[in-house]
Structure formats: C-alpha cells, structure tokens
C-alpha cells in the first residue's frame, strides 16, 4: 500500500492520517478495527449532522455497528430509524456496510459534560 498520492506534475503528496489509518489497520490483521474506522470516516455524511452531533459510531463487532447517543429519546429515534441509517451506510460503503446497529446512551457531544 502506498503511504503517496501522486499529484499533477508526477509528485508525491503525503496523505492524510485518516486516509491512511485503514489500510495502516488492514495491513496488520485489523480487519473489523479498518471497517470501523472506514464507517467512522463517512458517519456524518451517512446520518447527518444532526444525527451525528447526538451519535457517534465506537465500534464494529460481527458486523454489529456500536454507537453511543447522548440521550434515551436520541437512543430510541434511531432505533426506529435503523434501517435507513443501515441503507445510507450500505451505499458508502458496500458490502463493508455494517447488518446492525446497537444504540446505548453514554455520548457527551463536545462541550457538553456527561452526566
């Protein structure tokens, strides 16, 4: 894997960490740790911000989407909503797309204190 992205002009420009963290993952057997963070990577644009700014995707375990949301309301809407958040996650990212989604309350969107 190339850690370079060939620019105009035939030269290499460095990649941004993001960029590179999945396949930095993938390489060393990190295989559901690359898709988590492939999902986090499209989260916002998937769910949109107001979604995002009240969940936040933790991680990936047989294919189980895990998320933190700031309240039992939030927690309870996306419930409801799973299988549209599931269909816009399968169309950025495929069969890398997470089956399901596991809602907990427990996230304190940044400059808010968790109670």
């Given at each position: 894997m190339?850690r370079w ?6 030269r290499?420009?460095?990649l ?7 396949g ?21 644009e998937?769910v ?5 700014s ?29 299988p ?5 996650l ?19 969107p ?6």
């Amino acid at each position: 894997m190339s850690r370079w992205r060939r620019g105009p002009g035939r030269r290499s420009q460095p990649l941004a960490v993001a960029e590179l963290l999945g396949g930095v993952l993938q390489d060393l057997g990190l295989e559901e740790a690359a898709r988590a963070h492939r999902v986090g990577l499209c989260w916002k644009e998937a769910v949109g911000p107001q979604v995002a700014s009240h969940c936040r995707p933790v991680g990936l375990r047989n294919g189980v989407l895990e998320t933190e949301v700031d309240s039992s309301v939030w927690s309870q809407q996306l419930q409801m909503r799973s299988p549209e958040i599931l269909a816009a996650l399968r169309d950025r990212l495929g069969e890398e797309a997470p089956t399901a989604l596991r809602f907990r309350v427990g996230y304190a969107p940044p400059g808010k204190a968790k109670r």
